[in-house]
Structures are given as structure tokens and as C-alpha cells.
């Protein structure tokens, strides 16, 4: 869990320094999703693939 919240953390630092302010919403999605594949299980997620949904 320490090397999520680093990570998570490196990346705000970066978008703070670069003025990056575009990309803040695009890390938030992709954070929230890879945390609802965490919780929910990668075998739900790869049947919507599969489906084509």
C-alpha cells in the first residue's frame, strides 16, 4: 500500500512542478478504475471485454 500512495504521490508532485493540470483528471480516472478492478475482480471486468460492451 506505501508504494500506491508514493506513487500516487510522485505523480501529483509532477503534475504540481509542470503545470500539468490536463493531466489530473486523466490520473484520477485511471486511478479509480484500476481500484474498482482491484476490488471488483479481474474476472467481471474481462467478461465485458470479451462481450464487447
Given at each position: 500500500?506505501?508504494k ?11 503534475v ?38
Amino acid at each position: 500500500m506505501k508504494k500506491i500512495l508514493y506513487i500516487l504521490k510522485e505523480i501529483f508532485y509532477l503534475v504540481r512542478k509542470h503545470k500539468l493540470a490536463y493531466l489530473l483528471p486523466i490520473f484520477i480516472v485511471l486511478t479509480l478504475l484500476a481500484a474498482l478492478v482491484y476490488y471488483i475482480g479481474p474476472a467481471v471486468i474481462t467478461s465485458f471485454i470479451y462481450a464487447g460492451i
